[in-house]
Nanobody
Framework: QVQLVETGGGLVQAGGSLRLSCAASGRTFSSFAMGWFRQAPGKEREFVLA????????YYADSVKGRFTISRDNAKNTVYLEMNSLKPEDTAVYYC?????????????????WGQGTQVTVSS
């Protein structure tokens, strides 16, 4: 089992920045690829970014390229989501997820564990 806890959400004005963290516990963090997803009210959950278990490879949704960055610190069992130039359409609950494989992509079925989510609200 892996437990994932997201922190860092909040209210920010358009154009601002936020940094989300996802702390993992329970199993060896470096054996999991990690991803971030988000779900806006009334919409389906969508993929945002993923990072390989080593941190050498990343995969971004087109909607966040150039604005969001994913990184991980295996020594701290934590994955980060740096969000810049935020837009109102980025408003959503953000979830981190862990996949028991070296690399992961944009599909929910690839991920075995999920956090409880953290709310990000971007005001215009």
């Amino acid at each position: 089992q892996v437990q994932l806890v997201e922190t860092g959400g909040g209210l920010v004005q358009a154009g601002g920045s936020l940094r989300l963290s996802c702390a993992a516990s329970g199993r060896t963090f470096s054996s999991f690829a990690m991803g971030w997803f988000r779900q806006a009210p009334g919409k389906e959950r969508e993929f945002v970014l993923a990072i390989s278990w080593s941190g050498d490879s990343t995969y971004y949704a087109d909607s966040v390229k150039g604005r969001f960055t994913i990184s991980r610190d295996n020594a701290k069992n934590t994955v980060y989501l740096e969000m810049n130039s935020l837009k109102p359409e980025d408003t959503a609950v953000y979830y981190c997820a862990a996949a028991s494989r070296p690399f992961s992509g944009p599909y929910s079925y690839e991920y075995d564990y999920w956090g409880q989510g953290t709310q990000v609200t971007v005001s215009s």
